[in-house]
């Protein structure tokens, strides 16, 4: 391992984080060390992140099945959804797109708590204050994709998200002491 961790110290820094992924503890101190070899570590992101931790161009790409709380299956959801649809577009692509079953309110609110949303929608304040609009749409666009029928006007699913960012609430960011220990709570540790 001495050899690896020389020589391939992002391959081994990503696996060792794989390995020890339920331990925030252990993960942190990963975090640590590998900060010290000059390893970069992403902080998750819904279109870049795998449910694993991951090597992307010498820089490990932070797990989000490593984020407290979550789940290994419902990330492997995300990725895969992910996968076949190319990356979300914007916060209501990502919840017309995923299984509500999968994430769930308090899921989704400690994705936005981590930051996984950042590169779609920075103000994580405003997502964990809209979880419940946000989730409750997740959940009407699955239940209409379930009954396999059109909306009651067709295919107005534009209208319909243009209806959900308009009832999004007006928040302010969070304060850089406020997001670091939202971070801390959803990561178990301070990633940025």
Do not use: C
């Not at 990356?87 to 989704?108: A, G, L, M, S």
């Not at 590169?119 to 994709?145: G, K, T, Y």
Request: glycine content about 6%; hydrophobic content about 40%; cysteine-free.
């Amino acid at each position: 391992t001495a050899w690896l961790k020389a020589n391939a110290p992002v391959e081994f820094f990503a696996a060792s984080m794989s390995l020890d992924m339920a331990n925030t503890d252990k993960l942190s101190v990963f975090y640590q060390d590998a900060r010290r070899f000059g390893v970069k570590i992403l902080p998750p992101d819904v279109n870049r992140s795998g449910a694993d931790f991951e090597v992307e161009n010498g820089e490990i790409l932070y797990a989000l099945g490593a984020i407290r709380n979550v789940g290994q299956q419902a990330m492997d959801h995300v990725v895969q959804v992910r996968r076949e649809g190319g990356p979300f577009r914007d916060i209501f692509d990502f919840v017309e797109r995923v299984d509500p079953r999968q994430v769930n309110k308090r899921t989704f609110e400690t994705l936005a708590r981590a930051g996984a949303f950042d590169s779609i929608h920075p103000n994580r304040a405003q997502l964990v204050e809209a979880a419940d609009l946000l989730v409750s749409f997740s959940q009407s666009v699955a239940a209409e994709r379930a009954s396999e029928q059109g909306g009651l006007f067709g295919d107005s699913n534009s209208d319909l998200v243009e209806a959900q960012k308009r009832k999004m609430p007006k928040i302010e960011p969070w304060t850089p002491t406020d997001r670091l220990d939202n971070e801390l709570a959803a990561i178990g540790f301070y990633l940025s």
